[in-house]
């Protein structure tokens, strides 16, 4: 189980993939976000998007499923208690490969709560080609190790 102090500032992992389907980008944008260029081919086709494109709101569900999988389920998250520059930088498209980078920007006791510390970090969804298309700045709460023991002050 990684704590709040096994973590410090300028750590970086990078983890998780997850190929997009022309299926599924249709199917949760037909549900949570129907605007033509992210459910129907030939109508994005005449967009800016030059074609079929995931909701911005897709990429992020799925680069928190992989930090889910990849980090939280390991780490003594308590939750979050927001996200910051949320920036979706480039399409994703049917066929792309979305991986996540996390990196720890600062980090500082809680100072209402002494059994947690506030962990700031950067998540990029990175596409097969090295290129950003989301990123975000989440403020994480993070188990401190003294209070898993029941130590906390």
Known sequence: MEYYEDMAVG????????????????EFATKYDPQPFHVDEEAAKGT???GLAASGWHTAAVCMRLLVDGVLRDQASMGAAGVDELRWKRPVRPGDTISVRVEV?????DPNDPSRGRVRSKLTGINQDGDAVISW??????????????EAQ
Not at 11 to 22: F, L, N, Q
Not at 105 to 109: A, C, H, I, T
Not at 137 to 150: C, F, P, Q, W
């Open 48 to 50: 800016m998007f030059g």
């Open 105 to 109: 920007l600062e980090k500082e006791p």
């Open 11 to 26: 750590d970086v992992t990078e983890y998780g993939s997850k190929t997009m389907t022309k299926a599924e980008i249709i």
């Open 137 to 150: 700045e989440g403020l994480g709460l993070v188990e401190r190790r003294d209070s898993a023991h029941g």
